[in-house]
């Protein structure tokens, strides 16, 4: 730590207790909106391969220094207790499609601002706001939404990382419960227009046996937007020759995607592997699962782990409009064109019952049931939920871990990983 950025520090030992003449409010967050005090966060601070007890120096929303509980402070310190809690990286979900009643694809502010205020409730603090299958026109508005809000934040909400850009190039029989009518091929006329939001866009996907494929994700590399496979019945040699044209991700591993199993339907032998195995082969893809307890048992989320590792596994919710609503009937995509979904038993559902549609659980969700189905350390847990889609977002400078010199995005869960506090940018967020 450096003497220099304060001359009043002084022993912190003793002074530690609970005051709450020093715990920040909202209404001072406001207040020293100019001229934050720094904070010290203290309690179970859960670092990239380890938990250690200590504290948190920050400072003008950035990680300052990782303290031991004894260490001096500044004078002017806002002190936050976690008591025997957690202190956690706050959580970077790269696939999303909504919340509290709003999908992204809506197209609307409130839309945005309801499902940013949800999963904010739910630790995560950086969103990949995702897209789906829709009208040119309504991805257009919704790319041009997403711009709005990462350059100028909701302040209520998680924050907007970018876009992940998913559908419409999909393969008609792979699309799940996304609406099928608008998929299509990927024509330069249009994907151009799409990848004049390049710089917000995070990822994005493309099944790479569609019609222009190729083309789609040379695209992106070129304009330097990295790109994932997804709702793809792919072989393994064209999932080779996707990872040649740059893709580097794979969306909702054991989801959506063929197997040996799928494959066998076109040709009956020799038996050839598919996204499923090409994802668990190559190194140089990453992926993710949606570790809501539904759509994936303990076995496939251990198989997951234990062939990429959490430095290539995200955890991400996928979450549909319906998180933090009740049981009943929604839409998935825009309310103009989308598929019927119905929230029942903690999962989305198709109205038949005979297929999943999204989650609705938020990423601490995710967490606790990734540990519980696995059995991984805490830290492990939290990393594929934040520094792991950091890195594969390529944002790891600044975000996904309490490191020195990262973005001051904070958690504070109790002992049993409820959410208690969220900390953006080194500011309190105010969890409605
Ligand atoms: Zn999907």
Known sequence: MSFLICNTWRVAKGRWSNNPSRSMTGGQKQRFFSMPPPIVFRGQLVLPDHIVTGAMLVRDGRIVEILDLAAVVPDDAVIVDAGDGYLSPGF????????????????????????????????????????????????????????????????????????????????????????????????????EQYLEFADDLVTATVAPEIEGAKEFALACRERGVRTNVGHSWATFAQMEEAVDWGVRHVDHLFCAMSDKTRLRQFQMYPMQGGVLEATLFFDDLTTEVIADGKHLDSGLLKLALKIKGSDKLALVTDCSRALDMPDGNYMIGPLDGGEPLMKKNGVGQMPDGLGLASSVEGMDHMLRTFIEYTGCPLWEAVKMASLTPARIAGRDAELGSLERDKVADVVVFDRDLNVKRVFIDGGEIKLY
């Open 92 to 191: 970077v979900d790269l696939h999303v499609h909504g919340g509290l009643g709003g999908d992204f694809m809506d197209g609307t502010t409130e839309a945005f601002q309801n499902a940013l205020t949800a999963h904010v409730r739910h630790g995560t603090t950086r969103m990949a706001i995702t897209t789906t299958v829709a009208r040119h026109e309504q991805i257009l508005a919704t790319l041009q939404l997403a711009r709005q809000f990462r350059k100028s934040p909701y302040p209520a909400g998680a924050r907007v990382l970018g876009a992940h850009f998913y559908g419409p190039y999909f393969r008609y029989e792979a699309k799940g419960a996304h609406p099928g009518a608008a998929i299509r091929p990927a024509i330069s006329e249009e994907f």
